[in-house]
């Protein structure tokens, strides 16, 4: 404490005092005119003491950190509740195909035995995952939100187009045929190509090459008119589409049977027929066993 402000408050001690001894009587008014000295003296102390002072600060400065700290813990949590992204996976098992609605209005068309991840809603971005398979994509146009298929190591981005990727993990080729608009396809370091309607890549990604060719869009696809259009694609291509589309296991030489193949059939021919086209483009021979088809050279 500050000697003269002790020495204030022992004067103005004395002097009351003085004064309730000359009296003799209790004196109200001296007594709640002390009161208010002595209450003014502490309230002088505290806010002239610097060690207070500190201690106040201290306080406060504890306090505003609290603060800060709270306010910037419930923005983090809010972001990352809006942007937790629920993520679904859908697939069209063998023998059949599926149709998806996105919720941006977009639709995903899935051939027999592909796989697709997207999300529930779409935030700021629109991005999907194809896993496995083929899919055509009618997406609905947005200047402001592109949208971006990945599979594999590649992508494919657009604002609003129509599109064929198929991408099967036992085939090397991967192919991405334009229907209507604009598509971009590349990968993490460069962009391939901006293909345009009836426009197809062809990625090999064995050599890391690629080649951009003019095809009939449509007859691509076709498959989902039930309708099965294969240029010049290897046995190995043909014989997963044969197990998809009729959910059977063909045992096969595949170092004796590498040609190309050319055809065109419908899923609902029987698989006895669509064999016996088979049978005589690569002269084969067949046997049918329940769900396995055994091919001999």
């Not at 609290?66 to 972001?79: D, K, N, P, R």
């Not at 419908?266 to 006895?272: E, F, I, R, V």
Request: glycine content about 4%; proline content about 2%.
């Amino acid at each position: 404490m500050p000697v003269l402000t002790t020495v204030m408050m022992r004067k103005k001690r004395r002097r009351l005092s003085k004064e309730l001894k000359e009296d003799h009587l209790f004196n109200e008014e001296v007594m709640k005119q002390l009161e208010a000295e002595m209450l003014s003296n502490i309230h002088l102390q505290i806010f002239s003491d610097p060690k207070i002072k500190v201690r106040h600060i201290k306080t406060f400065s504890v306090a505003a950190i609290l603060l800060l700290a709270t306010a910037v813990t419930l923005i983090c949590y809010h972001s990352l509740k809006q942007d937790k992204v629920n993520w679904l996976t859908v697939s069209a098992t063998k023998g059949t195909m599926k149709v998806i609605e996105l919720s941006d209005g977009s639709r995903v068309w899935l051939n027999s035995g592909s796989s697709l991840k997207y999300p529930e809603h779409f935030g700021k971005t629109r991005n999907i995952e194809l896993l496995n398979g083929e899919a055509f994509f009618d997406v609905k146009h947005d200047d402001h939100s592109a949208f971006i298929v990945q599979y594999g190591d590649l992508h494919t981005q657009v604002l609003g187009t129509a599109f064929n990727i198929q991408y099967y993990e036992k085939i090397n080729d991967i192919r991405v045929t334009v229907a209507r608009g604009k598509v971009e396809v590349g990968n993490k370091k460069e962009s391939f190509a901006m293909l345009t309607a009836d426009k197809e890549i062809v990625y090999h990604p064995v050599t890391h090459t690629c080649e951009i060719r003019t095809i009939d869009s449509r007859k691509v696809s076709d498959w989902m008119n039930k309708q099965v259009n294969l240029y010049n694609v290897p046995f190995d291509e043909l014989i997963l589409k044969i197990e998809n589309i009729y959910n059977v296991k063909v045992v096969y030489d595949s170092a004796r049977l590498t040609g190309a193949t050319t055809i065109h059939f419908s899923t609902d021919d029987s698989l006895g027929n669509v064999m016996e086209m088979i049978k005589t483009i690569h002269s084969v021979k067949y046997t049918i066993k329940g769900k396995e088809v055994w091919i001999n050279k």
